[in-house]
């Protein structure tokens, strides 16, 4: 076995700055500017070297430009943007309206990442079937971050019919949906997430979400 690549204090400050300053797109910050088949290029590659389950790279994705595609998967977030309204209510409800929650339309390029099943037992696998779904979500942070580090924008769109996708891009049955993202040059990043600008929920503290050597024993009933 060759030793791997040793990275520096400079790489590990890079990546800590793309971490902290990726933010999710909306169609009201893209521009419509292409991206460059080689730009593209460095997302999918980002993608295929995420790490998966028993090494079964169970990914596929759908590069989608035609306005037409475009369309029909928007009518299909109109559809479920309408059913979410009434789950929320007062204030939320009347914040949720002006949000702009989908670059559909606006990004020059839509991309469907799908989860294809192996069809065989993938190591790993055998106890935690979502693993191979979880390998694909990888896929999309690695794609996400370097979209980040391009100056590139990545919007996650899941207010979709799923089912309504996959008959849109003509998938194969076996396949599911897992993102659907909107990409290209933004006229800039938010310095927070903008639901956090927008006080839409807060960030959790550190100490509220990490445990040592598992979950803290309920306290006995003392009657």
Same mark, same amino acid.
């Given at each position: 076995? +060759?030793?791997?690549?040793?990275?520096?204090? %400079?790489?590990?400050?890079?990546?800590?700055? #793309?971490?902290?300053?990726?933010? @999710?797109?909306?169609?009201?910050? /893209? =521009?419509?500017?292409?991206?460059? @088949?080689?730009?593209?290029?460095?997302? !999918?590659?980002? $993608?295929?070297?995420?790490?998966?389950?028993?090494?079964?790279?169970?990914?596929?994705?759908? !590069?989608?430009?035609?306005?037409?595609?475009?369309?029909?998967?928007?009518?299909?977030?109109?559809?479920?943007?309408?059913? $979410?309204?009434?789950? /929320?209510?007062?204030?939320?409800?009347?914040?949720?309206?002006?949000?702009? =929650?989908?670059?559909?339309?606006?990004?020059? &390029?839509? #991309?469907?990442?799908?989860?294809?099943?192996?069809?065989?037992?993938? &190591?790993?696998? +055998?106890?935690?079937?979502?693993?191979? &779904?979880?390998?694909?979500?990888?896929?999309?942070?690695?794609?996400? =971050?370097?979209?980040?580090?391009?100056?590139?924008?990545?919007?996650?769109?899941?207010? !979709?019919?799923?089912?309504?996708?996959?008959? #849109?891009?003509? %998938?194969?049955?076996?396949?599911?949906?897992?993102?659907?993202?909107?990409?290209?040059? +933004?006229?800039?990043?938010?310095?927070?997430?903008? &639901?956090? =600008?927008?006080?839409?929920?807060?960030?959790?503290?550190?100490? %509220?979400?990490?445990?040592?050597?598992?979950?803290?024993?309920? !306290?006995?009933?003392?009657?």
């Amino acid at each position: 076995m +060759t030793a791997g690549k040793h990275f520096d204090e %400079a790489a590990v400050s890079i990546l800590q700055d #793309i971490i902290l300053h990726r933010r @999710d797109v909306r169609g009201n910050r /893209f =521009l419509s500017t292409p991206l460059e @088949d080689q730009v593209v290029d460095q997302l !999918l590659s980002a $993608a295929l070297h995420a790490p998966s389950v028993g090494f079964s790279q169970p990914w596929e994705f759908v !590069l989608i430009r035609d306005t037409t595609v475009k369309q029909r998967i928007k009518a299909s977030f109109n559809e479920e943007n309408e059913k $979410a309204l009434p789950s /929320f209510s007062g204030e939320k409800q009347t914040d949720y309206v002006k949000l702009k =929650l989908e670059g559909i339309m606006e990004a020059p &390029l839509n #991309i469907a990442v799908f989860y294809k099943p192996a069809g065989k037992p993938v &190591l790993g696998q +055998t106890s935690m079937e979502e693993a191979g &779904l979880y390998s694909v979500v990888c896929a999309v942070q690695n794609m996400w =971050l370097m979209a980040r580090a391009l100056n590139v924008g990545i919007g996650w769109v899941s207010i !979709l019919d799923a089912e309504k996708v996959k008959r #849109i891009l003509h %998938a194969p049955p076996e396949n599911r949906l897992v993102a659907y993202l909107c990409a290209g040059y +933004t006229d800039g990043f938010y310095t927070q997430p903008e &639901l956090e =600008l927008l006080q839409w929920e807060k960030r959790k503290m550190k100490e %509220a979400v990490i445990f040592k050597d598992g979950y803290t024993p309920a !306290l006995p009933v003392i009657p």
